[in-house]
């Protein structure tokens, strides 16, 4: 059974930076989608970006230029590198595992995940 497990949350002030990380068990294969997932207090769950299986990319334009998704094949490891932090972003932050988006243009739909962490709490002070 695949499992993800996220990592690196923290409170930071404005302009600081982080770097949240996703450990996936439980899946052979070196090829997979993660989606990062962030959900603020009394908002709905919004996905900030992904990478899919072929490492194309996707980010949502309030994090573009800011969020990096990279992955670590040999850990089977996905971080987003999350720079200029903004009071925006604070957040419960979640990453979720697919092994069937291969090509990403968009953050795919919760039902393309088959896997999700309990995540991890980013705060971002002014």
């Known amino acids: 059974q695949v499992q993800v497990a996220e990592s690196g949350g923290g409170s930071v002030q404005v302009g600081g930076s982080l770097r949240l990380s996703c450990a996936v068990s439980?899946?052979?294969?070196?090829?997979?989608?993660i989606g990062w997932f962030r959900q603020a207090p009394g908002e709905q769950r919004e996905g900030v970006a992904a990478?899919?299986?072929?490492?194309?990319?996707f980010y949502i334009g309030s994090v573009k230029g800011r969020f990096t998704v990279s992955r670590d094949n040999t850990q089977k490891t996905v971080y987003v590198e999350m720079n200029n932090l903004q009071p925006e972003d604070t957040g419960m932050y979640f990453c979720?595992?697919?092994?069937?988006?291969?090509?990403?243009?968009?953050?795919?739909?919760?039902?393309?995940?088959?896997?999700w962490g309990k995540g991890t709490q980013v705060t971002v002070s002014s």
């Open positions: 439980g899946y052979r294969f070196k090829s997979f989608c």
């Open positions: 979720a595992f697919s092994d069937s988006v291969n090509n990403i243009q968009n953050i795919p739909g919760d039902r393309w995940f088959h896997a």
């Open positions: 990478i899919g299986g072929d490492d194309s990319t």
